[in-house]
């Protein structure tokens, strides 16, 4: 079967080719098609704007599509930066700025407060215009500067407490074990494995 995963996003890909290894599946990714449309993420949620890409992708490729949309959401920041992860800074994708913002957002906020969440929305969807949500997030507090050199996005200012330490700190397959999109992709898994055998 030939799984559609919705991203340009290289570590996001690499994530979800892992936690896929084992099953029938071959995953292709948006760099495979030819001219693929640019999809807008203008919803106000997670769930919004997964459906939206995965939809708009299904019909456009004729495959089985998989998005996401996930994001950090912290407390202290009224739920910011939220489905404007990944532009919290103004450009898409510009890490070390979004990271940098976070930093000077949070420093008049005192330990006890750091609360955050990371909230995955994974939506798989049909070239009919079949789609369905699946979700998980993942708890953790915001460290006062960065620490490690795996994962990407807010990971290295990710603390997950259990471990005590950063997302960036964790191997992989710790990190595929706990992760929002882990969790996420974990529920989408049997969906997936009954396709593959039709």
């Known amino acids: 079967m030939k799984l559609l995963v919705a991203t340009g996003n ?7 080719n892992r936690l896929l290894a084992d099953e029938s599946i071959e995953v292709v990714g948006l760099d495979q098609l030819t001219a693929p449309p640019e999809v807008i993420e203008d919803g106000d949620t997670f769930e919004a704007n997964a459906s939206k890409k995965a939809l708009e992708m299904a019909r456009f490729s004729g495959l089985v599509t998989l998005a996401d949309d996930s994001g950090l959401v912290v407390a202290a920041l009224n739920g ?15 890490d070390p700025a979004n990271n940098s913002k976070l930093l000077s957002e949070m420093e008049q906020i005192n330990d006890e407060n750091r609360q955050a969440a990371f909230h995955c929305v994974i939506a798989l969807a049909w070239p009919d215009g079949r789609c369905e949500n699946f979700d998980g997030h993942v ?40 992760s929002h999109r882990g969790t996420a992709l974990r529920k989408v898994i049997p969906l997936l494995k009954q396709l593959a055998k039709q």
């Open 139 to 178: 708890s953790g507090l915001i460290m006062r500067g960065e620490r490690g050199e795996g994962g990407f996005g807010y990971d290295p200012l990710f603390m997950v407490p259990e471990y005590g330490k950063t997302m960036a700190e964790l191997s992989l397959e710790i990190k595929n074990r706990i």
């Open 80 to 94: 910011d930066p939220g489905v404007n992860s990944a532009r919290y800074a103004g450009g898409h994708g510009d």
């Open 10 to 16: 290289k570590g996001k890909l690499k994530e979800i």
